[in-house]
C-alpha cells in the first residue's frame, strides 16, 4: 500500500550553516517521537552532501530540488542526476512551479530529467498543480491531468510506480491560501483516476499523492484525513523544525 509523507522544499533558503543545524534539528526531534509516516528533507544542492552527514537515514529521507536534464557534459553551472545521487541523496523533487514558471520548465526537459533521476535510483517527487485563473475558469482538471499525461505517460508501469506525485495549485503556494481539505480531495481523487486508466487500479492505489501550498501544523491534519491525500510537501513551515515537526505529527 501506499506511503504516507511529509517532505520539506527549502527552496533557496539557509546559508550552508543554518541549513545544516536545521536539517540536525528535524533529525534530532525525530529520533524522539515515532512519525507515522516517512520524513523527507529537500535542500539546495550546496546542502546535500553535508546534511547527509548529520542526519540519519532511517528516520530522514534527504533530496534534491531539482536536476539537470543531461547526463554530463559542457552545461556550465548545472547539478546533474549522478552528482545529486553521489551526495547520499536518494529523492529529487522535478517540475516545481516556481522552475516551471522562472526557468521554463517544460514536459520535455521534465521527461529527460525523470528518465535520468531513476536511472540514478532517485525518486522523483513529481510536482503538478494549475494556476489560479485555470481554478478560477474550471479547466483545472484538464490542466492537470495534461501535465501527467506529457511528462509521465511515455513511463513503463513499472517506473511510474517508482514516483511520488504532489498536487500543488500555484494559487496556494507561499500565499497562506491553502485548497480546502475537499479541493484537495478532489483533485488527488481525480489523478489517481487518471493513473488508474492508464497503469491499472494497482498503481494507482500504490501511488503516494502530496499536497503542496501553505501546509501548516494547523490545516495539515484535516487534509491528511482525506482518503486520497497521502502527506504533504512542506516549503516555508519547513524552514523551521516546530512547525515541520507539528505537520509531521499530524499523521500521529
Ligand atoms: P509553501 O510551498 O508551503 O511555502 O506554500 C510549498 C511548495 O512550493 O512546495
Known amino acids: 500500500m501506499r506511503k504516507n509523507i511529509v517532505a520539506g522544499n527549502w527552496k533557496m533558503n539557509t546559508t550552508l550553516q543554518e541549513g545544516v543545524g536545521l536539517a540536525k534539528d528535524v533529525n534530532e526531534a525525530l529520533s524522539k517521537v515515532n512519525a507515522?509516516?516517512?520524513?523527507?528533507?529537500?535542500?539546495?544542492?550546496?546542502h546535500l552532501a553535508p546534511v547527509n552527514a548529520v542526519i540519519n537515514p532511517a528516520k530522514l529521507g534527504l533530496g534534491a530540488e531539482n536536476c539537470a536534464d543531461h547526463k554530463s557534459g559542457a552545461y556550465t553551472g548545472e547539478v546533474s542526476a549522478s552528482m545529486v545521487a553521489s551526495t547520499g541523496a536518494s529523492y529529487v523533487i522535478l517540475g516545481h512551479s516556481e522552475r516551471r514558471q522562472y526557468y521554463g520548465e517544460t514536459a520535455e526537459t521534465l521527461k529527460e530529467k525523470v528518465a535520468l533521476a531513476l536511472e540514478n535510483?532517485?525518486?522523483?517527487?513529481?510536482?503538478?498543480?494549475?494556476?489560479?485563473?485555470?481554478?478560477?475558469?474550471?479547466?483545472?482538471?484538464?490542466?492537470?491531468?495534461?501535465?501527467i499525461e506529457d511528462a509521465l505517460f511515455n513511463l513503463s508501469a513499472e517506473d511510474f510506480s517508482k514516483l511520488i506525485l504532489a498536487y500543488e495549485p500555484v494559487w496556494a503556494i507561499g500565499t497562506g491560501k491553502t485548497a480546502t481539505d475537499d479541493q484537495a480531495q478532489e483533485m488527488h481523487a481525480f489523478i489517481r483516476g487518471v493513473i488508474?486508466?492508464?497503469?491499472?487500479?494497482e498503481v494507482a492505489d500504490n501511488?503516494?499523492?502530496?499536497?503542496?501550498?501553505?501546509?501548516?501544523?494547523?490545516?495539515?491534519?484535516?487534509?491528511?484525513?482525506?482518503p486520497d491525500v497521502d502527506g504533504?510537501?512542506?516549503g516555508g513551515a519547513s524552514l523551521d523544525?516546530?512547525?515541520?515537526?507539528?505537520?509531521?505529527?499530524?499523521?500521529?
Open 36 to 46: 507515522a509516516c516517512d520524513v523527507i528533507i529537500c535542500v539546495p544542492f550546496t
Open 207 to 226: 501511488t503516494s499523492i502530496l499536497y503542496g501550498g501553505s501546509c501548516k501544523p494547523s490545516n495539515a491534519r484535516a487534509l491528511f484525513a482525506k
Open 121 to 147: 535510483n532517485l525518486t522523483p517527487i513529481f510536482c503538478i498543480g494549475e494556476v489560479l485563473e485555470q481554478r478560477e475558469n474550471g479547466t483545472y482538471l484538464e490542466v492537470v491531468k495534461a501535465q
Open 196 to 201: 488508474a486508466d492508464k497503469y491499472g487500479k
Open 241 to 252: 523544525a516546530e512547525s515541520f515537526m507539528g505537520i509531521v505529527e499530524a499523521f500521529n
Open 232 to 234: 504533504g510537501l512542506i
